[in-house]
Nanobody, 121 residues
Framework: QVQLVESGGGLVQPGGSLRLSCVAS????????MGWYRQAPGKERELVAY???????NYADSVKGRFTISRDNANNTVYLQMNSLKPEDTAVYYCNAEKTSRITWRSLTYWGQGTQVTVSS
């Protein structure tokens, strides 16, 4: 099992910045990629950004150029730096991890509990 704990959410004004953190613990070996998803009220959960074990990154078009995902391998932590925040970014942000089981060789997906980001004046 992998446990993911997010932190760093809060209330910010439009144009402001936040940095989200996600700490992975437990059976963290063989994690292939980690990412951030978000879900706003009445909307589907959507991918915001992900980073692979090879440090390749991908971003949703809506956040490209404003958000940056990074990883600190020594501390098993993934970050999401969010700049130039807009009200449309308001959502619960969830950390995600994907790994390969060394027993079954199946892909496993884990989720954090979520952290609220509210962008409002």
């Amino acid at each position: 099992q992998v446990q993911l704990v997010e932190s760093g959410g809060g209330l910010v004004q439009p144009g402001g910045s936040l940095r989200l953190s996600c700490v992975a613990s437990g059976s963290i070996f063989n994690i292939n990629a980690m990412g951030w998803y978000r879900q706003a009220p009445g909307k589907e959960r959507e991918l915001v950004a992900y980073i692979t074990n090879a440090d390749s990154t991908n971003y949703a078009d809506s956040v490209k150029g404003r958000f940056t995902i990074s990883r600190d391998n020594a501390n098993n932590t993934v970050y999401l730096q969010m700049n130039s925040l807009k009200p449309e970014d308001t959502a619960v942000y969830y950390c995600n991890a994907e790994k390969t089981s060394r027993i079954t060789w199946r892909s496993l997906t884990y989720w954090g509990q979520g952290t609220q980001v509210t962008v409002s004046s």
